[in-house]
């Protein structure tokens, strides 16, 4: 009963490739988020969707492209990967913009 | 603009020790402010949060965490810890505002708990 989950849970490519990272939640919320977690674990923000609505667009690379076909479903594309781009991307999700935010396990993208 | 401070970024303490992680913020609007713990290699798990009301708080584990808006501060305790209190623990700020609900981490306190 994964509350919210992504996959892959590791994801390793070459420099240039396009690749996404799928999540999902259960719990009904009809608000997710993708946070960044780089290698010294600092968390930030990226991207947020309200009904599959666009609302919280951080500076984010536009090789970055979030596509969230149903409030339950929020995936992120990346195109043209660079070496920076290596970091634990989280999942999260919360209810109606709500305080409290449920995050996945992760997706762990390193990027050769 | 919200941020968060977490000033050590390392608390090494014995196990059943009392432990305290310390957190301030800086906003110009009143916040809600959260804790969340990470184990190894796993994602976040909310351990408590402060949204009104009464300025000390519970939450699992054992933890609790007390607002205090004069001194922005939000520092959270444990009276005994475990050796599997060992994560790492992020203080976290978010206001609500008519664009969402944007969470802001601080960088972090990595707790050690030694036998």
């Known amino acids: 009963d994964t509350a919210v989950s992504q996959t892959p849970k590791y994801l390793v490519t070459q420099m240039g490739n396009d690749k996404s990272i799928k999540c999902e939640q259960n719990?009904?919320?009809?608000?997710m988020y993708w946070y960044k977690q780089d290698s010294k674990k600092f968390l930030k923000i990226m991207f947020s969707?309200?009904?599959?609505?666009?609302?919280i667009n951080e500076t984010v690379p536009n090789r970055f492209s979030p596509k969230s076909p149903d409030k339950a479903h929020l995936n992120l594309h990346i195109n043209s990967l660079e070496l920076g781009d290596s970091a634990v991307y989280f999942c999260?999700?919360?209810?109606?913009?709500?305080?409290?935010?449920?995050f996945g396990p992760g997706t762990r993208l390193t990027v050769l | 603009a919200q941020s968060v401070t977490q000033l050590d970024s390392q608390v090494p303490v014995f196990e059943e020790a009392p432990v305290e992680l310390r957190c301030n913020y800086s906003s110009s609007v009143s916040v809600y402010l959260f804790w969340y713990v990470q184990y190894p290699n796993q994602g976040l798990q909310l351990l408590l949060k402060y949204l009104s009301g009464s300025t000390l708080v519970k939450g699992i584990n054992g933890f609790e965490a007390e607002f205090n808006k004069s001194q922005t501060s939000f520092h959270l305790r444990k009276p005994s810890v475990h050796i599997s209190d060992t994560a790492e623990y992020f203080c976290a700020v978010t206001t609500r505002t008519g664009g969402g609900n944007k969470l802001t981490f601080g960088t972090g306190t990595q707790l050690k708990v030694e036998l």
């Open positions: 719990l009904g919320h009809d608000t």
């Open positions: 999260a999700s919360s209810q109606d913009r709500g305080h409290e935010q449920f």
């Open positions: 969707y309200n009904n599959k609505e666009l609302i």
